[in-house]
């Protein structure tokens, strides 16, 4: 593993709008320079992709752009980014995908030039290498598609480079309904880490050729797949708190491999990576609700330096279309972020208390994103000595302050939970911390649901 050490080691400086190695736009937006700023992001509402349906899909991304623009600049905005999550439809035919960069980064660039106002567009294209089955992570026909859309896609415009990578999400699924943390660590720490050394060592490859900025990573599919079934009530919520915690391990990856952030937000583990490394991070919290439910919508924003929702359809609202609602909602919160920041130390390090305090013991997945247990915790990875010993440090510390907080009589855990404290325990401290050892005690389990030479195994 690159990092032994943290790059953040106390929770003051663990803080919103302010990274150790900020990152600049092409327009000139400093991201963990000293304020938070929005990130959009938005989606088609319910329809078809086609060439027949084309001219109205790229009428939608230019409205949702011109109409956001506008707004922003009428909230006296300092700029935003726009991520542009593709659909299957657009990176499967890239020649989607690009065109509706472009559209975009067009009316990014007027506004640009015409009223000075700053906007970038971060390119996230979906991994389309789950529609094989099983997934072939390395020769898979889909990789063509995403590869062009990366390179084409980031020349008309497409300034941040992200993914929601999938590698090892076909042994991770089961593993989430079975509440299987063996399994879990293997499908992250072992699978995921040697799939996103393939992947971003491409990306990165691809963002330096076009003077481009590898954002990062997300376990969106992992963690927050997790976060969802356990609000459902289907795992506990401690698990899927220990599964956040072990995805982080598994996204530091994009960070060794060269990208520098903000890393992607809605696999909620950029904290860590921020502690550890001191790149910029995107964070998604209440105004996420538009897709997903959480017990994170405050806390989330303690050390954030872009400050985004989740995917809102473009739909229309009683004041307007929805994609405009949530960047005035998010522009309200950086507002406030910024505003905190300008008072002084004290009081932005008050506000991020608040944040933190007023989600941290409501659920042990908050507790674990508190500024004090992100530093813990993150000490514990770079303590580890390869990224199974990183996974297995981490996820015991965080199932140790959960085990604090819940003695204290602190933290909101229903009793039907709190066997899985000791149960995890046990789980953890079982696993081979060797790769090779670890492999071989994993391939009977689970050697049918995954092809290991795709992996490199």
Known sequence: ????????????????????????????????????????????????????????????????????????????????????????????TPAYGIELVKIMNDICEENYQQHGFKSEIRLTPNDLREFDRPPLCRTSKYLDAMWELFDKGSQAGGDLLSIESTGGKEIHDEALMMCDIKQVVFALSVLGVRDMKMLWSKIVSIAKRNNRLAGGDTACGFANTAMVLAEKGFIPKIFAAVVRVVSAVRTLVAIEEGAVGPDKDCGYEGPFLKAITGTPISMEGKASACAHFSPLGNIAACCCDLWSNESVQNVKLLSGMAPTVSLEQLEYDARLFNQALKAGKPQARMLQTLLSDSDRLLDPQALILAPENVIAIAGEIVKGENYIDASVRAAQKAVNLIDDAFRAGQLAVSEMESPWIDMLRQSLAEIPTDESAFVEEMLPLCSDKFIPSEYGL
């Open 1 to 92: 593993m690159k990092f032994n050490k943290l790059a953040i080691g106390t929770p003051e400086e663990l803080l919103f709008g302010n990274a150790l190695y900020p990152v600049s736009t092409r327009r000139g937006l400093v991201i963990g320079g000293g304020s938070v700023i929005p990130e959009l992001n938005f989606t088609l509402p319910p329809m078809s992709i086609n060439k027949d349906t084309f001219p109205e899909v790229c009428e939608h991304y230019r409205s949702i752009i011109t109409d956001a623009c506008e707004h922003a600049q009428h909230l006296y905005s300092n700029g935003v980014i726009f991520e542009f999550e593709t659909l299957l439809e657009m990176t499967q």
